[in-house]
């Protein structure tokens, strides 16, 4: 009776191990899965920048010019400028010029001595900048929509009132573009019959180039 009742007891231990051993196999089965790999991130901010004319316009000497009683026109080569706009809005941009006003400055080409200006003046809008053929460059990386020049049919440089040279549309422009392409005579100065000789001074005009928000 004792030898039948240790079997009976040897027999429930061994089943009691081997259903032991059953919930952990089934509990090996179910683990979460954080528990076989671990989950992660990572990220970064950005701040806003500036929108910049990095390189302005050199607006270049026109050369001298010897009167021969007609009207006459002196011509160069548009300087390249840089613009960059590292805002992130994609508000787009303008480039404007417009003649300076401001005290000891003159909007228009006017006598210069080297140190102040005369009376002998031309009228405004004498210079025109011609942007036929130009382009702007992508540069440093830079990627996306292009602005375009906006003085394909000609634009008055000494105006009253600033004109538009360039601009990105919403969204273009984003990134750092500079100017290429002005012809060789993209910049050009009418001259009236009845323009004074001034000796060795020279007719001189002071412009104001600015980079704007916005298309």
Request: hydrophobic share 40%; aromatic share 6%.
């Given at each position: 009776?004792?030898?039948?009742?240790?079997?009976?007891?040897a027999?429930?231990?061994?089943?009691?191990?081997?259903?032991?051993?059953?919930?952990?196999?089934?509990?090996?089965?179910?683990?979460?899965?954080?528990?076989?790999?671990?989950?992660?991130?990572?990220?970064?901010?950005?701040?806003?920048?500036?929108?910049?004319?990095?390189?302005?316009?050199?607006?270049?000497?026109?050369?001298?010019?010897?009167?021969?009683?007609?009207?006459?026109?002196?011509?160069?080569?548009?300087?390249?400028f840089?613009?960059?706009?590292?805002?992130?809005?994609?508000?787009?941009?303008?480039?404007?010029?417009?003649?300076?006003?401001?005290?000891?400055?003159?909007?228009?080409?006017?006598?210069?001595?080297?140190?102040?200006?005369?009376?002998?003046?031309?009228a405004?809008?004498?210079?025109?900048?011609?942007?036929?053929?130009?382009?702007?460059?992508?540069?440093?990386?830079?990627?996306?929509?292009?602005?375009?020049?906006?003085?394909?049919?000609?634009?008055f440089?000494?105006?009253?009132?600033?004109?538009?040279?360039?601009?990105?549309?919403?969204n273009?422009?984003?990134?750092?573009?500079?100017?290429?392409?002005?012809?060789?005579?993209?910049?050009?100065?009418?001259?009236?019959?009845?323009?004074?000789?001034?000796?060795?001074?020279?007719?001189?005009?002071?412009?104001?180039?600015?980079?704007n928000?916005?298309?």
């Amino acid at each position: 009776m004792r030898n039948k009742k240790n079997h009976l007891n040897a027999s429930a231990r061994r089943m009691r191990i081997a259903v032991i051993s059953s919930v952990c196999a089934l509990a090996a089965c179910v683990l979460p899965a954080s528990a076989l790999g671990a989950n992660d991130t990572t990220q970064f901010s950005v701040s806003a920048g500036a929108l910049t004319l990095t390189s302005a316009p050199n607006y270049p000497d026109l050369g001298a010019l010897t009167l021969n009683g007609q009207a006459q026109t002196l011509s160069a080569q548009m300087g390249n400028f840089t613009v960059a706009d590292a805002t992130g809005s994609g508000a787009g941009w303008n480039v404007t010029v417009v003649g300076d006003t401001t005290t000891g400055k003159s909007p228009v080409f006017k006598r210069w001595n080297g140190t102040s200006y005369g009376s002998e003046a031309l009228a405004a809008n004498s210079l025109t900048l011609s942007s036929t053929g130009a382009s702007f460059a992508a540069q440093n990386g830079t990627t996306g929509t292009a602005p375009t020049h906006s003085c394909g049919s000609g634009c008055f440089v000494d105006a009253a009132s600033p004109v538009k040279l360039a601009s990105a549309a919403v969204n273009a422009g984003m990134g750092t573009y500079a100017t290429s392409g002005y012809g060789a005579s993209s910049l050009s100065l009418v001259t009236p019959s009845t323009l004074k000789a001034i000796g060795a001074d020279v007719y001189r005009v002071d412009l104001v180039t600015t980079v704007n928000s916005g298309p």
